[in-house]
């Protein structure tokens, strides 16, 4: 079993900067690609971006390419989203999720095993 907690979420203007920690516990990272996916109220999840095991590999939505950078530090058990330039439509409740798969990071969150509770994002304007 993997556990996987979410900080660093909050209150931001536009324009304005977040980083994302995504800390896994229960058993080590190394084998996971690890994906970020967010969510508002009503709306289906929608991935963000994605990390392959050892970091090689990245994959962005086109909503958040050039602005987000996802990074992970498998010593440390964590990954990392550094969110940049936040607009307003990137409020939502951000999850980082894990699946046990060493190909390129998966868009689909059914692939994922494990998840996080989330952590809340708000952007105003």
């Known amino acids: 079993q993997v556990q996987l907690v979410e900080s660093g979420g909050g209150l931001v203007q536009a324009g304005g900067s977040l980083r994302l920690s995504c800390a896994a516990s229960?058993?080590?990272?190394?084998?996971?690609?690890v994906g970020w996916f967010r969510q508002n109220l009503g709306k289906e999840r929608e991935f963000v971006a994605g990390?392959?095991?050892?970091?090689?590999?990245?994959n962005y939505a086109a909503s958040v390419k050039g602005r987000f950078t996802i990074s992970r530090d498998n010593d440390k058990n964590t990954v990392t989203l550094q969110m940049n330039s936040l607009k307003r439509e990137d409020t939502a409740v951000y999850h980082c999720?894990?699946?046990?798969?060493?190909?390129?990071?998966?868009?689909?969150?059914?692939?994922?095993?494990?998840w996080g509770q989330g952590t809340q994002v708000t952007v105003s304007s």
């Open positions: 229960g058993r080590t990272l190394r084998s996971y690609a």
């Open positions: 999720a894990a699946e046990a798969w060493l190909g390129d990071p998966r868009t689909e969150s059914a692939r994922y095993d494990y």
């Open positions: 990390i392959s095991w050892r970091g090689g590999r990245t």
